[in-house]
């Protein structure tokens, strides 16, 4: 997967600072070896990551695979961790577009989202507001989209209003990224 970063400010300058630090060729003090318990399975410890933009300049992160974009995050902040190549990572007050195989999309905002390469999911929660280009909306605690499968998968008080004003609630949703195939239950 092909992931483009468009970064802040600060960031590049940060960026530059610890590239800049490790050309001293004779470390200052000693290095420290990590405990076991802080090393992963294959004895390297893992990289912990933090970025932080602003209102008027958020982080923006494009996943690509295969020379398609699957989906779009524009988050304040990140925060997470990578342990033998495979990333977890937090992002805070995030809008996130999903683009689906067929050229549908799915926008949806909430306070906090989670991108696991282990699982292949994009988890958003703590309330999550989306809507489609067709003018359907969804409410849902928590909203899923697996990359795998192209759908979304949402839970905790659903309520989908479309464009007419039909409203459906349930406790769970399942369907694909138009959001044309859904099922609540």
Known sequence: MRVTIRRSGIACGLAAVI?????NPRPLHPLATPSPAATSAGGVPPLRFHEQGTPAHPLVFVFERGGRVLYRLRALSEDGT???GVVRAVFWRVTATFFGRNGNAVTARAPRAIVDERTDRVILDGGVQATTGTGLAVRARRMIYD???DTLHGEGDVV???ARGMRVTGTRFDGD???AHVVVR
Not at 19 to 23: E, Q
């Open 177 to 179: 990224l138009s959001l």
């Open 147 to 149: 990359r795998g499968t």
């Open 160 to 162: 989908m209003t479309d």
């Open 19 to 23: 590239a800049a630090s490790g050309c």
């Open 82 to 84: 990578q342990r033998n």
